[in-house]
């Protein structure tokens, strides 16, 4: 198991890396969210932290032809080749009514897999106790209920060893992943969550209590980060929608 890595920068990185085989991550350029709290940075401790598995997707996101991303990231602000957004969240999830039973507990849509949707008031509570960036969910043609997207920061540096990530990839699929020809962001084939390797942590970590990985993963233009969640926020989002969603622990 890879050990935590506590004495470097206390910097939040919230930018993604671009990998390119054996060269190593690259910083990409993304600007800052303000999702990380700014204080003092004290000694992490990384299972506090828990991958949240889903059960199933509830609802479509709109437009439909830009996988809800238009609204999300504007025209412009994700690669319409792979799929990847390319800059912060500027716009409100977009939901379809149709199909779509009222809005309760926690969930995650369709297309969008690191985008955790909450029911008004358990936005409410989770917000009182955690620090999360929440953005109202908006909705097509017909408004069904009152929900808040967190929008989850990139934190890195990188969670997982490239090599060990290659070779679980390769394991997996016969291939680690591709850059894409148009927006060069490096992604590796899609894992499930107990096919990767194990995650390092980082001091910056202390400040979030939601956090994705530099890492994009996907194919087609299907394009995803890992996300971990602090135990606590896990534990009231489960709770709320045990059939959405399933903890696990961290390697
Ligand atoms: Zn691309």
Redesign the pocket.
Request: proline residues 0%; contains cysteine.
């Given at each position: 198991m890879a050990t935590s890595q506590l004495k470097t920068s206390s910097v939040v990185e919230n930018r993604t890396s671009k990998v390119a085989g054996r060269e190593g991550f690259k910083p990409a350029h993304r600007s800052t969210s303000t999702a990380c709290s700014v204080g003092a940075v004290g000694p992490y401790p990384r299972m506090d932290f828990v991958h949240l598995g889903l059960r199933r997707n509830r609802g479509w996101p709109w437009p439909e032809d830009s996988w809800g991303l238009d609204s999300m990231f504007g025209e412009t602000g994700w690669?319409h080749?792979?799929g990847?957004p390319l800059q912060e969240q500027s716009g409100s999830l977009t939901l379809q009514a149709g199909g779509q039973s009222p809005v309760h507990g926690a969930w995650i849509p369709n297309w969008r897999f690191d985008a955790i949707c909450l029911e008004k008031s358990i936005a409410d509570r989770v917000s009182a106790e955690f620090r999360l960036d929440l953005r109202p969910v908006a909705w097509r043609r017909k408004v069904i209920g009152a929900a808040m997207q967190i929008v989850t920061p990139t934190v890195g540096p990188a969670w997982f060893d490239p090599d060990q990530l290659r070779d679980a990839a390769i394991a997996r699929h016969g291939s680690a992943g591709a850059e894409?020809s148009?927006?060069h962001?490096w992604r590796w084939l899609p894992l499930a969550f107990e096919q990767l390797p194990p995650v390092r942590s980082d001091a910056s970590w202390e400040r979030c209590d939601i956090l994705a990985s530099p890492e994009w993963f996907g194919d087609g233009a299907r394009s995803f980060r890992e996300i971990l969640v602090r135990r606590g926020l896990a534990e009231l989002i489960a709770a709320a929608s045990p059939k959405d969603f399933k903890i696990r622990e961290i390697s």
């Open positions: 690669c080749s792979c990847t894409c148009e927006c962001t």
